[in-house]
């Protein structure tokens, strides 16, 4: 055999070696692939599922809040009346809002970034709508809100839905404290370059070992109101909690000036999330 067929030879082996490592390499990459994309669709269906239990746990909390709230109500119904069941009720109803808390505080841990629909909306309408919100709640119980007028015709930029709640939340955790026909007090205004809006109770309800100090953001107070806080600061804002054992809380929402804008008579938008329900039923001495 010649040298220049051994050279062809010679090449032609290397080739073929060069085509199985190639075919070799080809067929361990669809694996690979394949691998990949069976993992993708197992991480997939598994951050599925974990989106469908903090769905369930979400709704869950809100379902034993509302629950909780209602029986809380009536609790101070009945302890307005002297009844001998009411420090029961009452132990219950308290029962029930710390698990929904639970629930709560395990699903803010799976919060994502907050889409917001924004428009301009009176202060005093969503004041309004979580006043009626609350009230609803916690029938056959009451309490008496004091509004104050400056508020009213303030604009804020920002989601409707997201604010009412946020209020709303923080109105109920001044129920939680307070008894049947205490006074809320609804605040603040435009202090500077921001907007703070303060709910202040009396805090008859509030039941601590602690000496009377302050007490910011304590279990007392401060956690029950993390969604509330969340939901503020994606306005662009933040949120301070006082509470003073066996004296009263004070929870201010403070929303920065770029959140401010100016709403004269009948220009407020109209959303999406539109409020059909009655208007909350305030006392005369708070208006």
């Known amino acids: 055999m010649s040298f220049g067929s051994l050279v062809l030879a010679g090449i032609a082996f290397c080739a073929a070696v060069s085509l199985m490592g190639l075919i070799r390499l080809r067929s361990r990459m669809r694996g690979l692939r394949a691998d990949l994309a069976a993992s993708a669709t197992t991480a997939r269906a598994e951050s599925e599922r974990a989106q469908a239990l903090i769905r369930h746990m979400r709704l869950a909390a809100h379902d034993i809040r509302a629950t909780g709230m209602s029986v809380h109500g009536h609790g101070d119904h009945l302890a307005a009346a002297q009844h001998a069941d009411a420090p029961g009720i009452a132990t219950c109803a308290a029962d029930l809002l710390d698990l929904a808390d639970s629930l709560q505080t ?28 609350v009230n609803a709640s916690i029938l056959p119980g009451r309490r008496n809100w004091r509004v104050q007028p400056e508020l009213r015709p303030i604009g804020l930029r920002g989601d409707r839905r997201a604010l009412r709640h946020a209020i709303s939340r923080v109105l109920a955790d001044a129920v939680r404290n307070t008894r049947h026909d205490d006074w809320i007090d609804i605040g603040g205004g435009r202090q500077g370059e921001e907007l703070i809006l303060t709910i202040a109770d009396e805090g008859k309800g509030i039941a601590t070992p602690e000496a009377a100090a302050v007490r910011r953001d304590s279990r007392g107070v401060g956690t029950r109101l993390a969604l509330a806080r969340l939901l503020v600061e994606a306005h662009d804002g933040r949120m301070q909690i ?40 305030l006392s005369s001495a708070g208006r």
């Open 242 to 281: 006082e509470a003073w054992a066996g004296v009263g809380s004070r929870v201010a929402l403070i929303f920065p000036a770029t959140r401010l804008m100016p709403v004269l008579d009948g220009e407020a938008s109209l959303p999406s999330h539109s409020y059909a329900g009655p208007a909350p039923a």
């Open 106 to 133: 395990l699903t803010l841990e799976q919060a994502g970034p907050r889409q917001l629909r924004e428009e301009v909306l009176p202060v005093g309408l969503a004041i309004d709508e979580a006043i009626a919100v």
